[in-house]
């Protein structure tokens, strides 16, 4: 990968920590809500990603730092069943992944023309992880959760909806 290609990754990696803006200005009931009693909710699905980058920081630097070195993984769902993901600040969390977002970026565009493929760590579930990897994987995180995200918006108006019309119906057998 040349620089150019990594510049154009860099910069849709930072554009990324804008893709849950949106979610602020959000209904709290539809940020709550939960399609299926398994889903996450769009709060979840959001400080779950902000941990997820959290967690990610550290294995890029741990890339540059000590090149082969090794990281753990986290069991996803236990954190989000845990640590009460709906008491965690969505303002805070989406100030974190901006600002986490913003310093790699800023550091990556300063090994441009490092060789990323050289910059590794060893995951103990995903292997031998790469820079060049690593950031494609982290660009594609966004859409793998704004999907959920876009279902879950989807689900909850068909829930109004249909809420909406037995209440219609009740009113006009009541009438």
Same mark, same amino acid.
């Given at each position: 990968?040349?620089?150019?290609?990594k510049?154009?990754?860099?910069?849709?990696?930072l554009a990324g920590a804008?893709?849950?803006?949106?979610?602020l200005?959000m209904? %709290?009931?539809l940020?709550?809500?939960? %399609?299926s009693m /398994?889903?996450?909710?769009? !709060?979840?699905?959001?400080?779950?990603?902000?941990e997820?980058?959290?967690?990610?920081?550290h294995r @890029?630097r =741990?890339a540059l730092a000590?090149p &082969?070195? %090794?990281?753990?993984?986290y069991d $996803?769902?236990?954190? #989000?069943?845990?640590l009460?993901y709906h $008491? #965690?600040s969505?303002? /805070?969390?989406?100030?974190?992944l901006k600002?986490l977002?913003?310093?790699?970026?800023k !550091?990556?565009?300063s090994?441009?023309n +490092?060789?990323w493929a050289q910059?590794? @760590?060893? !995951?103990?579930?995903?292997?031998?992880?790469d820079? *060049?990897a690593?950031?494609?994987?982290y660009?594609? !995180?966004?859409?793998?959760h704004? #999907? @959920?995200?876009?279902?879950n918006? =989807?689900?909850?108006a =068909?829930?109004? $909806? +249909?809420k909406? *019309?037995?209440? $219609?119906k009740? &009113?006009? =057998?009541?009438?």
């Amino acid at each position: 990968m040349n620089s150019s290609e990594k510049t154009i990754l860099i910069d849709r990696f930072l554009a990324g920590a804008d893709s849950f803006d949106d979610v602020l200005a959000m209904d %709290p009931a539809l940020l709550a809500f939960k %399609p299926s009693m /398994d889903a996450w909710s769009i !709060h979840q699905h959001v400080v779950h990603f902000v941990e997820s980058d959290i967690a990610t920081f550290h294995r @890029y630097r =741990k890339a540059l730092a000590e090149p &082969g070195g %090794p990281v753990v993984g986290y069991d $996803e769902e236990k954190w #989000t069943a845990n640590l009460d993901y709906h $008491e #965690t600040s969505l303002e /805070d969390s989406l100030a974190i992944l901006k600002l986490l977002r913003r310093v790699t970026a800023k !550091h990556l565009r300063s090994i441009v023309n +490092s060789d990323w493929a050289q910059l590794t @760590y060893s !995951h103990n579930v995903n292997g031998t992880v790469d820079l *060049e990897a690593w950031i494609v994987s982290y660009i594609e !995180h966004v859409s793998f959760h704004r #999907t @959920y995200i876009e279902r879950n918006i =989807k689900s909850f108006a =068909k829930v109004r $909806e +249909s809420k909406k *019309e037995q209440s $219609e119906k009740k &009113g006009k =057998k009541g009438s």
